[in-house]
């Protein structure tokens, strides 16, 4: 089972702000290990956005921006746009379970 | 550019056997390392475990520990992920992942296509 927990689903309307929340616990995020986003689009391999909790990924547009906060990450979408509607997953590193865990998914609707 | 080419989709039956794969093309250094993601159907993404090809160090997510088997050939940069006896609920999207200057801990920012396994009867 997923040990990052996120909200099911966002949705906004074209040109507004979504942001994405990720919980975890002491022994990930809360342990100060490093929080990635991935974007998935349908039928399609995930795709990196954020690592090192803020910095994007080559090519990813700066409308996305990447925090990190005690046990909480978030990914926030600015300027939304028809073709950020995918699934996001947070990940990072557990060391209880010594790898990466991941979160349960948060798919972005754009009204 | 690093890139992943995985093998093709599989169809098997329940108790059989597979071995899918993972070529990498070149990495610039040699302690690079491959892991290896799960994605049910309509499911989120799950971390099975990553192996390192330069000393065959593997390292499972306790999930899958005993449920498959990673390995590597290094001579032909290929990664494998194998089971002896698949079960209805091996079926799954398989994507062999990672990072194209090694960090590991600054996630996966390169993917295979993916490899789809469906197991039935």
């Known amino acids: 089972q997923s040990v990052l927990t996120q909200a099911p689903s966002v949705s906004g309307a074209p040109g507004q702000r979504v942001a994405i929340s990720c919980t975890g616990s002491g022994s990930n995020i809360g342990a100060g290990y490093d929080v990635q986003w991935y974007q998935q689009l349908p039928g399609t391999a995930p795709k990196l956005l954020i690592f090192g909790k803020t910095q994007r990924a080559s090519g990813v547009p700066d409308r996305f921006s990447g925090s990190s906060s005690g046990t909480s990450a978030s990914l926030a979408i600015t300027g939304l746009r028809a073709e950020d509607e995918a699934d996001y997953f947070c990940q990072s590193y557990d060391s209880s379970l010594s790898g990466y865990v991941f979160g349960t998914g948060t798919t972005v609707t754009v009204l | 550019e690093v890139q992943l080419l995985q093998s093709g989709a599989a169809l098997k039956k329940p108790g059989e056997s597979l071995r899918i794969s993972c070529k990498i093309s070149?990495?610039?250094?040699?302690?690079?390392?491959i892991g290896w993601v799960r994605q049910r159907p309509g499911k989120g993404l799950e971390w099975m475990g990553v192996?390192?090809?330069?000393?065959?160090?593997?390292r499972y997510s306790p999930s899958f520990q005993g449920q498959v088997t990673m390995s590597a050939d290094k001579s032909i940069n290929t990664a494998y992920l194998q089971w002896s006896g698949l079960k209805a609920s091996d079926t799954a999207t398989y994507y062999c992942?990672?990072?194209?200057?090694?960090?590991?801990?600054?996630?996966?920012?390169?993917w295979g296509h993916g490899t789809t396994v469906t197991v039935s009867s």
């Open positions: 992942a990672s990072r194209g200057d090694g960090d590991f801990y600054y996630g996966l920012d390169v």
């Open positions: 192996v390192y090809p330069s000393d065959s160090d593997i």
């Open positions: 070149e990495f610039t250094f040699d302690d690079y390392w």
